[in-house]
C-alpha cells in the first residue's frame, strides 16, 4: 500500500477513535507493519518522565529487551539527543548500534515532537537492507505530526 493511502488510515485511527491513547499508537503500529513490507518492527519510544531515558510504549514485531533506552545510546538514544532523522542502511555498520534480533538489517528513526520539544519518536527496524528513503522520512514526520495532536 502507497504511503499517501495509508495516511487517512492513520488520521482515522488516531483521531476518530475513542481507544487509549496507547491502543491508537498500537494500532498504527499494526497498520505500518501490515500494510508495508520493510517495516518489521514498528514501535513508539517516549521520554521517561524527568529521566535522561526513553520508554518503549507500543510496538508491534518480535519481542525486546530494549524498553529503556538511555539518551544517547543506540540509535534511538542518539535521535533523543540530536533531534534528527536518522536512517540506518547498514545496521553492522554503525558502532552504536544495539541489536535487536540478528535479523534486522536496517533502522530509522524519526522524533516526536510536541510544542517544539522532542517528546518521543518513532522506530522501525526492517530484515530488509537498506530499504527506508526519503519517502519514508516524509510519511514518519507526517505520523508523527498527527500523533502530537492527540497527546
Known amino acids: 500500500m502507497l504511503f499517501k493511502d495509508l495516511k487517512p488510515k492513520v488520521v482515522d485511527i488516531l483521531h476518530t477513535n475513542s481507544n487509549s491513547i496507547t491502543d491508537r499508537l498500537h494500532a498504527v503500529c499494526q497498520l505500518l507493519s501490515d500494510n508495508i513490507e520493510y517495516y518489521d518492527w514498528v514501535g513508539f519510544y517516549f521520554k ?3 529521566k535522561e531515558e526513553l520508554k518503549l510504549k507500543t510496538y508491534v514485531g518480535e519481542e525486546t529487551d ?21 536512517i540506518v542502511p547498514d545496521v ?6 544495539i541489536a535487536c534480533s540478528f535479523k534486522v538489517k536496517s533502522e530509522i528513526v524519526v522524533p516526536l515532537f510536541k510544542d517544539g520539544e522532542n517528546i518521543g519518536q518513532i ?7 537498506d530499504p527506508f528513503t526519503d519517502k519514508d522520512e516524509r510519511f514518519l514526520e507526517f505520523v508523527n505530526l498527527e500523533v502530537a495532536k492527540i497527546l
Open 48 to 50: 521517561n518522565g524527568d
Open 123 to 129: 522506530d522501525i527496524d526492517s530484515e530488509t537492507p
Open 92 to 97: 553492522q555498520a554503525q558502532d552504536n548500534y
Open 66 to 86: 530494549h524498553v529503556i533506552i538511555p539518551f544517547g545510546k543506540g540509535i534511538c538514544g542518539q535521535v533523543a539527543v540530536s533531534n534528527e532523522n536518522f
